[in-house]
Every structure is written in C-alpha cells, then in structure tokens.
C-alpha cells in the first residue's frame, strides 16, 4: 500500500523528469548479473535489479510433447518467491503472484506453439515425435521483489539459457512405441540457441511521462503498464498489458516503440557479459 | 585439518540428468619413491634401485594383466585414471591390478594423478574423453620425470601408437610398447612370450586391424545391442537365461527360460560364441531347421560344423584338424539317455542372439595344445597360431598365439579367453602359465583342482595364528566351563574309514536305570576353536569344504585342527558338542527328553567300519565297546526301517574305491566300496543328530538358520530312464519318494542281479542336487528332503570338514544361550550368500574327487594292460552308448572316433527311430539301454601325446570310445 | 561403490576426515533483517531471518517465539522436482533446525517477540540439515540476535568401516549410518545429534561423535572468520575504522 502524499511526491517527480533514486525516466537501475549459480542446473543465473533479486535454474529433461504439437519440444515456466525474501511471500499470495508471472512469461517469451516467434525453434527439441521431446523447465526464484520482477526474471532467463547445452541423443530403436530406448551421448551435446528469445521491457505511465525498470513504489503510482517482449532485433514478441485502465492506441504505439529501442541495449549489454563469463 | 582446495567441477550426463561433482585437487600426494625427499617411507612403493620406472596406460592393463602380474615386472606405476577406466571397463582386470597394488612383495604404486594438483589436467573443449586421459598419463610420465630428472628413468608402457609418439615428443620419455618392452628386457624370456599375443596384430595396430576385419568374413551373426535385447525380453520375443552346456560338446545346450520349458540350443551357429555359463539372449527359431541337422547322422551341425572341422585357416597356421573332430564335433545329441523326438513335447529350439554377461573365467582354463596338423614339428621360437583344447569338453577350442609352441605341447597348460570376434570361428585366448607335463600324476592333479576352482595354497600366517598352541590338551578352564558336560566317563567311540585322521564324529549308548536307553552322537566341537569373523573362519568358510582326492585331502582347516586338535582320536580328552537322546528298547526316541551340550568326552576306541562290523558280528566279544556297538547297530536297524517306510530312498551311487600304493602312489586295486552294517549305523546316528539339531535351530532362528534341502525332481527328469525301462516292462513310479522306493524295490529281473542296482544308479542320477539354505529362502513346504524323507535337515556332524556345520554349530550354541551370533548370521542376505558358495565349493570337491579318480583309474589301466571285462549299456547318445563296468565302478562311451592317425574303427551305429536304442547300419545288431555287453579296456595314446581309458565293444570288433566321464549325483552323500 | 580408495582418498579426492569447500556469506538479501549464504561443497542454501517483531500471531510474555520454514528450489536436485506442497521430511527438518538454533538464542532477552527463520536449499548436494544450521547461525548473528555461541554444524558417516566427515550426496546415498550434529564449541555441548540409517557398535558411534565435534568445531572457525570478515567490511563501510 502506498499513501497518497507518497503518490503525490512520486508523480510529481516523474513529471519533473526526475525519479526518486535520482534516475532519469529511461535509466535503469544497477544491474547485477550472475550467471551459473547454481552448477546442478543445467542453466541459472541471478539478477539483482536494484532491490529486486532473482534467481533463475533451467533444467533440460526429457518429457513428453504436447499432443496437438507432438514433433516439437516444450518449454515450462514456474515463479516461485522464496519466503527468505519476505514473510508476505508465504502462503496462497506468493502463488498466485508466481502463477500470474508464470503465465504473463509464457505468453511473451515462447510465443505461438512452434515458439519460434518466441525465439526457441521447438522442433529442434524433439527426439522421437509423439513420444518424447525435451522440456525445458524455467524455474524462476523470486528472492526480493522490487518492482520489474518480468524484466529482472527475463534477464536472468537469458542468462540461464545461454548456458544450456542440449545433449546429443540417439534412439537405438524400440519398434513398439511404448518405450524407445535412448542413448546418450557424452561427448556430443548441441548449445541451445536462445539468442533470439527477447526478454521484458515493462514500460509504464505515470502522468504524462514514460518509464522503464520501475521500482515497487513506483508500480503502486502508475495507472497501468505494458509488459513488452522484445528480442535482440527490436521486434515486438508478446505483449501483456497490465492495471485494467484503457489505453489509447497512440500511447501504446508509443511505449512499444520506446521498448523497440531500449530492449535491444539491454540485450546487449547483457550479452557482452554473458559471452565474458561463458565464452563463445 | 581442513584444507582449501582449488575445486573443479566435473559434470555427466547419465540419463539426461545433470550430475555435479565436486572434485579437490591436493598438495599431499605421495609420489611413492624412495628417491623423493617429500615421500614419507611408508609409502615409498617403488625401489630406490629399480632398472627403471614404468608408467602404465589403460591398453596395457586391460590388455596385459597377466603380463604385468608376471614376476619379474615391478616398479609400476598406476595412475588412478587408468584403475578407474580398468574398473569401468573390465572389473576383473581392475581387481587384478588392485590386488597387485597391495601385494607386499610386488612394487606396484598407485598413483592418484586426477587429485594431485601438479598432474591434473582438464578436458578441452571438443576433446575425447579418451585424448584427455591420454593426456593424463603423459602428465604423470612428465610430472615424474621432472621429479626424478637423471635419478631415474621412467618409461610410459602404453599400447597406443599416437600415445607413445606423443610421450616422446611432448614429455621426452620414453615410451614403448608391450611388445618393444619385453624385447627389451633380454633378462627374461618368458616375457616376450606373454607379450607375443597381440603380436603385430591386433594390439598394437588398430587401423590395419580395422581395415583387415572389414575385409574378413562373418562367421557368426552380430550380436544386437543391448537396448534391443532389453526391449526383446521385456515384449516377450527374446529370453534371457544362463546357458547350460552338455559336458561332452560345447554346442549343444539349453538355456531355463521363463516360458517354463528349457530351450534347446544346437549347433555352432545358433550357439553364435556364447560358452558355457554365459549370461545369453535366445530368441526362438523355427524347430524344422533343428530337427532336420538333429536327425542328419554324418554332419552334425549342418554346413558350420563341416566347416569347423576341416576348413580352420586362421593366421599363418593351420592345425591339426581332423583329430579335433572326435571332441570338439561330436554327435548331435549329447543328452544322457535316448532322445525323445515326439515333437509335441519337444523343447523349443532357440538362437543366441546376444551375451549380457560373459562367464569367462578369469582364473583361466586348462587344457592342452594340439600338435600341428601337417605331423611336422613346431619351428622354436617362431610366433604362430595353435589349437587350445580345454579340458573342459563345455567350452570350444580357442586359438592361441604363442612364440614357444614347441615346448608347451605335451603340456598341461593355463589359458584365458580373450575375445570372440564375429569372424572367428573360434575364440582367441592367451597363455598364461604351465603347470606340468601331461600324464604326470602331480601335474593332472594339479589340473582338476585348478579346473574346479579349489584353493591349495598353504594356509596364511594370520590363518594360522588363530590356532590354539599346541600340543593342546583339554585345560582347567574347559572343565570349569559351566556350559560344558565332562561325559568323559561314557564309553564313546568312533567308526570311520581306514586311514581317517579327521574323526568327526562318536558314539555311545547306554542303559538307563529306567529301562529305556540313552543313544549320544558326540561331534567335534570345532567352533570352540574357530571364532566367528577370524581369518581362519573367513578362510575355512572361503574355501567350504575339505576336499578328498584318491591320494591327497586338501584340508578346509589347517593340519593342526584337522588331525588332532578337533579330530576325536582314541583315548585322548577332546572337546565335542552332544546330542543325547532317550529311546526305548523299541527304538522311539522320546524327543522331549533330548538335550544338546558342549561336553568333554574320551573316545575309548577309533575304529574302522570293519573292525566295527567285525566286533558286531562276533557274539563272543563282551566287552563295553563291542557291546555298544552291537546295541547301536540295533538302534540304526530299527530307525533306518522306520526312515525307510516313510519313503526314503535307497539309491546307488558307485563309489569307487582305489586301493593305492601308499609309497609310488600307485594304485593297486580298483572297484566299488563295499556298505556294510556298520556303515548304515553310523549314518542312521547321523542323520538322527542332523535332523534333531535342524528342527532346534530352526524353531529358535526361523528365518536365518542354516538348513539342507532335496528338492523332488520333476517327473520330465525321469523321462528317459522310465522309458528305458519300458521293453524290459519294468515301470517306476516317481510321484512320490516312497513310491519311487517302493516300485525301486520292484525293480528286478529275474537272473540279473545286477539289474536293480544299475537302475537305482539311474534313478539316483535324474535327481536335483540337494543344497543349503538359510530359512528365509524358501518357504516351509520347500524345506523337504526328498531323499532322505525328511521334512527339516541339515549337516551337524561334520564340522572339520564341511564348513556348513560349523555354522550350525554356532546357531545350535545360540540356540541354547549359551553363546551370541554374530551380527552378519542373523542377516538373510549374508546366509544366502554363504550358503550359496557352500553349494558350489561342495559341487566342485565332489567333481575334482571324481576327476582324482578317473585318473587313477587312468593309471591303474595303464600298468594292468589291456582288459576284457562285462559291462552294462547305461546311456545311449546319438552315435554312441555309454556303458558301466560294475566291476571297476567305471564309466565310459563307446562310440564312434574320428582319429585320423589310428586304425578308422568303424562304429555305425545309429539311433533307431522310437529313441530307445541304437542299431548298427547293417541292422544286424541292436543296443538298448540295460543291455549286457563286453568291453575291452585298454589305454590308448590319442592327440599324439595325450592318454586315455578307452573301450570298446568287444564282440563287434568295431568301436573306440573316448573318455569315462563319471557323473553320480551326490544325494545318498547325506551324512 | 567404492567410497575410500585404497590410497585413502574419497570419490571427490578429500580424504576421509576432511571438510568440503565451506563458503558463508552475510547480508546476501537486502530485504531481510538477517541473511547469509552457506555453501558445503556444491550444497547452497539461503537463510533469512525477520524479527525479532512483533506480530499478529501469539506471542511469549517471557522470551521470543521462534518460526522456521523450508523451502527447496525445484532446481536443487539431479532431478527437477515437480511443486508441490513440502513434504513431511522437510516439516521435521524445520522443527529439528528451530528447536537447535532456538536453543542457542537468548530468548529471555526478547519478550513478546517473534523471530522467523526462512531457509531456501538452492542445491543439495548432501549436509542439508547441517548447512541449514550453519546458514541460520550466520543469518541470526547477522540479525544482530543475542545468541549463546557460535554453533557449528556438521555430518559424519560411517561407509566400508570408515568414519568420514561430510558426506556428499553419492556418500550419503551409500547407506551407512549418517550422524548430523550441532555444536556449541565455547560451551562444549552437543545441541543437536541425530542418527539416520543403519545401526552401529557403541564403539564406533563414539569414534564417530568424536569426529562430528571436530567437525563442528572446524566449522565453526570458519563462521567466526567469515562473520569477523563481515563486521570489518561494515565497520569500513561506516567510516567507523
């Protein structure tokens, strides 16, 4: 909850151009990024987006392809908040906050059912069609929210996936399709290409003027905001508006095309430092 | 104590789950030589003098084990990249290095290169897991060179080429092969030989290797992979079962299948390399194929087996060939008795399609090598291909490339089996040692102890330092033990063999002042002196049973023990565990009234079976001994009637008995042991005591006590002997043990003595083996001793020597609350696992104790020459009859060779077609099993070199046999 | 398996009485009152403690009441593990670690208060009951919570008749016996000890006990450090030295 003389010295700042940690409307706050945390996974990193800290793992197993796409892989998300972060986080709340983060994910990240308007190619994933693909499990920890958790998580996502390594497998045959019997191979294992999945700009209106990487405060104050999955391109990838007051279509064009020319710089920055740690 | 580490992660993908290990680098590492300041001399392995270091690489000690177990090989080192890639690729490989590590007298160093922080080295990207192990042995060869620069040399002994190169150009060492090395170490010839095996050929270079095979021929079908063959078995298509093999031919046998029938597996190919033992897949063949080789009398086995005998080139050498027809093809049908060709009860036929687990021994087989086939001689010196014959007649001959053939032949010798490619017809082996010349009685007995895996090395010092001191006497302390019964003052006594050193057992009787009698069956207390989990337990438990050779007993406890410390020798104070029972003077034992008790007793005379009989017999001897004696017999009469009319059988197994020349350890005489009275009292006591203390330790440890059971054969087993016996319209019915006795009895033919003893043999040999359990593997029902009709057994009374009664001793002790168990006899597990190599060290004692004695028989028949003697037709097979000599107690098959060298005997006899007989091709003459024929036996020189019992029919002036095989099961062994 | 090579090395080169890699790290969460990270070899779990404050919930009139929670990252594991509702094993390990870090708090001194302890295991890779110990100890000292000593936490086991310490997953999974314990070293007392598994002569389980507190003790020198560590870094950050 927020008080309204808060609200009013927020909104008045923002109108002024100014933020109250002292960032411009565009600016983000200070980014950390971790990738390989956690060495069990097959992929994870962690983002620390000022005070908001997410922790993402991705784990590859195999799995069963959905019946409608049965010659393409899945991808699964899942939001958890760790009561570490905040006693507000037990219980019932903290899953259906995690269960609305999980499904605004898969609507801007893997989009349309072959997802490669989302950036994954599915059918790369398959193994035997309408048997057993590869799911990918995208487990996201929400250690401390403060505001743009899509955003931080998305960005921790890249991350993850940029380490992932998708093993060469072999079906040495199983005629009755019950069971194929697979073999894996060591040696061999492919690099998933997640370079063209986007990550989420969240922008929002306050007043009359537009802001990216919102801090929980500043999320109370603003009549509504668009989460914008945009990918390294600056191409549009999903979109999930936010707050229930009706936007002119004008200010949506304008806020999609302010996450057209920011999203790409984030992904590059964030890139650069995925290819120093990781390697090429 | 805690030590920070650089720390790696290591990741593998198994099952597509991702795993992370942690994996610490150390400063700490021993580098194991004297010549390193750093090395503390504990761990100093290696010599400060050594001709050199050697660095070995995987290759090698897959590949050479039995090269580097060689004794002049010493100052190794082991990395432990290598062990683990041994492990994971040949765990018996791996078992023989490690043993080699932590032999005190080899200087064998193990070295932990992946955790030293100096010689750790990290997979590159894009590099073979095997580049990098490479790699990391030429780290340790680099690592130790740079620790012992001039001091010493150190060479990297690896069987890859590239490896080698590399070793020279990136570590300047040396480097070289197994063969290069041995070539260079003048010091010890035998060492070239050992690595003679893989030659040019297939070690060394792989490329041409490849490049050749792709060339060759297959012979055999590929095996499928495993994943299919899983896939198979679990859809029901294939089956999975461990391959019994005929005893007289290597292709012929079954595999027990879950379909509850046996499949049958005829022929070389469908046997498609599986050896006996081996863990195979079968998949079910059409039976129309088996049937038409099956009834082809000439060849056997279709085209392969023609192939196999005449066609073998492998290498730059052919050998002899002709001769190895006679074993290695034989007839079709090897099962005993006639063959039943009715179809609808026919087992199915099947092919091997795949090996899950290979039973190759590693102990290795013996056998001989056959001379060249040509008749020349070997050339000296000269690597060449030669025919390996295991003695085994299970397994198939092997190939065997060797630089000495000259002078193992007329040699027993020691192979391993190497591989069998899909385009050999035979499997490759190595040599691996000599033990004798052939023929030489030392030398053969040395064979059938190796071939049935019994352990004659001398006791070790730890073994031995668990025995009491000696000379042992029973001591104040024994007397005070309140557990402890002095029944000094009871006549006891003792009825064994002649010469019988190991008294297990005694006896008394006595009147009891309320008219009824006391019967003690007294036993050799030898837990008292074998503790649980000692080194002498481990090892008498190891080694299960003490085995009885014709001239030589390999004891399962040391002498000490054995002959006098727990043997209940006359007139001297012994410690024993007793049984006592209270009878009536009918003979019913009152079974509320038995006590069991630790006890001292003083054996007042040991006696053999014929001075018993002797002493019973003669009315006029009063005295107490003779006088007990003459009670027990009573008393054995009585129980054995008793045992007898609830169904137990009387079966015969010939024991042949050798009368043998105790200075030249020639034998003197031969022919069966003859049962007297005394004998069956003796056993009925036994038997009494066995299964008294089986119901006590079973009641108080109902689910880990250690029992003996005789499971009853399915009437299938009995198929071919009821059918036998059908012309001569005697029938058995097999329902039941006591109808099995009763119609036994029955079984006689007018003017033929002979008849029902020969058929109680028969009988005797259609039955399971009976074995030892503990509680919890069957279920009450399945304790049944079919034999003996017994409802619980169990083996109490011959602790020196069955290890099996230890064990029940220690539960009969536990029983009483008198002493505690240990831990690992109440685990069912432990039991099982216990209990199930009794059964096979008991099997194989039994085995190498008949072997001794078809040896014997081997030089008895040499030294009497030729002899001319009645025999009876006890087993038809499909070119051959097998005939028993009751005079000697011997066995042999007559039948048709194949000798290229001798006289061509013509046997042409065939198997008729109803099964029951076989006629000779003229149709003038027939044999059916029972039938009464004469053979001459004589020894023949076979192979050139090697000698055999051979006989043949004497009024057909037609055949040769080839060997005498004795096979008796063993369920009248009971006491 | 084999779990000590004859050279007397375990699986991951350690040997048999060696501690893993052991890693503490304060303040790792802005959010929480206390927080740390400990990490026993790949074993990872966050610790936050809230309070002491005062709740809704009922509350002591004499000393604070003391909550714990656990939670498991569906990533932590070989396999991902399917969310679901925490299993009884977890509740048990919660109330094991609240009833020992509880004991070595100062709850006298806090009347009327509630004191949370959230534990999160990011990876497990066996020890998981004994980092949670020492990551609770870190977070509540991190808390600024007056506590009695600085509890140490470690496993022992005991596999082919050979005592280790801190077993990693393949080592617990070889199915010895297994023997968590916390420590006070100041004190010397044995707040918690725990036997998992299998049973045990009364001689080994000494030989074993005498280890774990060595253990503890080793771990506890690492906490003294890494918290000394920590103050020094606050104290420079304040100006203050």
Known sequence: ?280 | ?975 | MEYVTPEGLRTDGRRPRELRKLGCQLGTLESADGSATCEMGFTKVLAAVFGPRDTAGKLHPDRAVVRCQVATAPFSAGERRRRGKRGPLATEQAATIRETLAENIHLELLPRTQIDLYFHVLQADGGILSTCLNAGMLALADAGIPLKDLVGSCTVGYLESTPLLDLNYIEESGGGPLLPMAYQPNMDKILMLQMDKGKLPVETFEVLATLATEGCRAVTGQIRQSLMNHTKQLAVARGSV
């Open chain 2, 1 to 975: 104590m805690w030590q920070k580490n650089a720390y790696l992660k290591k990741t593998r993908q198994g099952n597509v789950v991702k795993v992370v290990r942690e994996h610490y680098l150390r400063d700490d590492i021993s580098s194991g030589t004297p010549l390193d300041p750093q090395c503390s001399p504990s761990d100093a392995k290696l010599s400060a003098d050594a001709r050199h270091y050697l660095v070995v690489d995987t290759n090698v000690v897959l590949k050479a084990t039995d090269f580097l177990e060689h004794s002049s090989i010493d100052d190794v080192i082991v990395p432990s990249i290598v062990l683990q890639e041994a492990k994971s690729r040949n765990l018996s490989a791996y078992h023989r290095i490690r043993a080699l590590a932590a032999d005190p007298q080899r200087r064998f160093y193990v070295f932990a290169n992946e955790n030293h922080r100096d010689t750790y080295v990290k997979q590159k990207d894009g590099e073979l897991i095997n580049d990098r192990n490479d790699r990391a042995i030429r780290a340790v060869v680099s690592w130790y060179k740079q620790l012992l620069g001039d001091k010493m040399q150190v060479i990297l002994l690896s069987g890859d080429r590239e490896n080698r190169r590399l070793a020279r150009e990136e570590c300047g060492a040396e480097a070289c092969s197994v063969q290069e090395y041995a070539r260079m170490r003048t010091d010890d010839k035998e060492l070239l030989d050992l690595a003679a095996h893989w030659g040019q050929q297939e070690f060394d270079e792989d490329d041409e290797s490849e490049g050749k095979s792709k060339k060759r021929r297959r012979i055999y079908e590929d095996h499928r992979p495993l994943s299919s063959l899983t896939q198979g078995i679990k859809n029901g298509t294939l089956h999975q079962g461990v391959l019994n093999v005929s005893r007289y031919c290597w292709h012929e046998g079954f595999v027990p299948s879950s379909i509850g029938q046996e499949i049958r597996i005829e022929g070389v190919s469908r046997m498609n390399r599986a050896m006996a033992g081996d863990v195979v897949v079968v998949e079910i063949v059409p039976d129309n194929v088996a049937s038409r080789s099956g009834s082809r009398p000439g060849a056997a086995d279709g085209p392969d087996a023609d192939e196999e005998d005449d066609g073998y080139d492998v290498g730059d050498e052919t050998t002899g060939l002709e001769a190895s027809a006679v074993h290695g093809v034989d007839d079709a049908i090897c099962l005993q008795g006639p063959q039943d060709d009715d179809s609808s009860t026919k087992p199915p036929s099947g092919q091997v399609v795949g090996i899950i687990k290979r039973a190759w021994r590693t102990r290795g087989y013996c056998g001989t090598i056959m001379p060249p086939r040509d008749g020349k001689d070997f050339v000296p010196g000269r690597a060449r291909w030669v025919r390996f014959r295991p003695k085994d007649r299970r397994f198939p001959h092997m190939m065997m490339r060797t630089a000495q053939a000259d002078q193992l032949l007329g040699k027993n010798i020691v192979a391993v089996v190497e591989e069998w490619q899909s385009h050999r017809r035979l499997p490759d082996c190595r040599y691996v040692r000599t033990i004798g010349t052939v023929g030489d009685t030392e030398a053969e007995t040395d064979v059938l102890l190796m071939e049935n895996d019994i352990a004659t090395s001398p006791f070790t010092p730890e073994v031995l330092a668990c025995l009491p001191p000696l000379p042992w006497d029973v001591g104040p302390a024994d007397v005070a033990d309140p557990h402890r019964r002095d029944l000094r003052h009871l006549c006891v006594c003792s009825v064994d063999p002649p010469g019988c050193k190991d008294i297990d057992d005694a006896l008394h009787v006595r009147l009891l002042p309320n008219g009824n009698y006391e019967l003690g069956v007294h036993i050799a207390d030898v837990t008292h002196f074998v503790k649980p989990e000692t080194a002498l337990d481990t090892e008498a438990a190891q080694r299960g049973t003490t085995v009885y050779l014709v001239q030589r007993r390999i004891d399962m406890l040391p002498k000490a023990l054995t002959e006098d410390i727990c043997s209940l020798r006359g007139n001297v104070d012994r410690l024993a565990f007793s049984v006592l029972w209270e009878a009536t003077l009918e003979g019913d034992v009152l079974h509320d009234k038995t006590t069991f008790t630790k006890s001292i007793i003083r054996s007042r005379a040991a006696l053999t079976y014929e001075e018993a009989q002797t002493r019973i017999d003669d009315d006029r001897l009063t005295d107490d001994v003779s006088m007990s004696l003459k009670a027990l017999a009573r008393f054995g009469q009585i129980l054995r009637k008793r045992r007898m009319e609830k169904g137990a059988l009387e079966l015969a197994s010939p024991e042949v008995k050798l009368s043998i020349d105790t200075e030249s350890l020639n034998p003197t005489d031969i022919g069966l042991s003859q049962v007297r009275l005394a004998n069956k009292m003796v056993e009925e006591m036994m038997l009494l005591a066995n299964s008294t203390v089986a119901e006590k330790i079973l009641s108080r440890f109902p689910s880990s006590a250690c029992l003996r059971r005789h499971p009853a054969a399915p009437r299938s087993k009995y198929e071919p002997l009821l059918k036998a016996l059908e012309p001569h319209g005697v029938s058995l019915d097999v329902t039941s043990n006591k109808r099995l006795a009763e119609t036994l009895d029955g079984a006689v033919l007018p003017g033929d003595p002979f008849f029902n003893t020969i058929v109680r043999m028969m009988a005797t040999r259609c039955m399971n083996e009976a074995q030892y359990f503990g509680a919890a593997q069957y279920s009450r029902s399945e304790y049944y001793h079919f034999g003996l009709a017994m409802d619980l057994y169990t083996h109490f009374t011959s602790p020196i020597r069955r290890y099996a009664d230890c064990l029940v001793h220690r539960f009969l002790a536990a029983s009483m609350d008198q002493e505690v168990l240990p831990a690992s006899a109440h685990d069912v597990d432990t039991v099982k696992g216990v209990t199930d190599n009794l059964n096979v060290r008991h099997r194989n004692a039994q085995f190498a104790g008949r072997a001794s004695v078809t040896l014997f028989t081997l030089i008895y028949f040499k030294q009497k020459g030729t002899v001319t003697e009645a025999a009876r037709v006890v087993g038809l097979r499909k070119k051959s009859v097998i005939v028993f000599v009751p005079k000697y107690g011997i066995e042999g098959m007559v039948g048709r060779i194949l000798s290229g060298g001798e006289e061509a005997a013509k046997w042409d006899y065939v198997m008729n077609k109803s099964g029951n007989g076989v006629v000779s091709q003229s149709g003038k003459r027939s044999l059916k099993v029972f039938d009464s024929v004469t053979v001459r036996i004589e020894v023949k020189t076979t192979q050139g070199y090697e000698e055999e019992v051979i006989m043949s029919l004497v009024d057909e002036d037609a055949a040769q046999s080839a060997d005498a095989d004795m096979d008796t099961a063993d369920a009248m062994d009971e006491t």
């Open chain 1, 1 to 280: 909850m927020i008080s309204a003389g808060e609200r009013a010295y927020i909104t008045q700042c923002v109108e002024g151009g100014l933020r109250g940690d002292g960032r411009g409307c565009l600016d983000h706050r200070v980014t950390r990024l971790d990738v390989g945390t956690i060495p069990q996974a097959n992929g994870s990193a962690r983002v620390q987006l000022g005070g908001t800290d997410v922790m993402v793992g991705v784990k590859v197993e195999i799995g069963a392809p959905l019946a409608f796409r049965p010659d393409s892989g899945r991808v699964e998300f899942n939001v958890d908040f760790s009561p570490c972060g905040s006693p507000d986080f037990e219980g019932k709340e903290g899953e259906v906050l995690g269960a609305d983060l999980a499904n605004a994910l898969a609507r801007s990240v893997v989009v349309g059912p072959d997802g490669k308007a989302g950036g994954l190619d599915l059918a790369t994933l398959s193994i035997l069609p309408g048997n057993s693909c590869w799911v990918i499990f995208v487990d996201a920890l929400i250690l401390n929210n403060d505001g743009s958790l899509l955003d931080a998580v998305t960005m921790a996502m890249r991350g993850a996936l940029a380490e992932i390594r998708i093993p060469h497998v072999e079906i040495t045959k199983g005629d009755s399709a019950e069971v194929p019997e697979f073999e894996i191979d060591n040696e061999k294992s492919s690099k998933l290409d997640a370079g063209a999945v986007p990550i989420i700009v969240t922008v929002a209106k306050i007043g009359r003027r537009y802001l990216v990487d919102l801090t929980s405060e500043e999320e109370l104050c603003s009549d509504f905001s668009l989460h914008i999955a945009v990918n390294a391109e600056g191409r549009v990838c999903g979109v999930t508006k936010k707050g229930s007051t009706p936007v002119h279509a004008s200010v949506m064009q304008e806020m999609l095309e302010l996450a057209q020319r920011i999203g790409p710089k984030v992904i590059e920055s964030l890139d650069a430092y995925i290819v120093d740690v990781l390697g090429e």
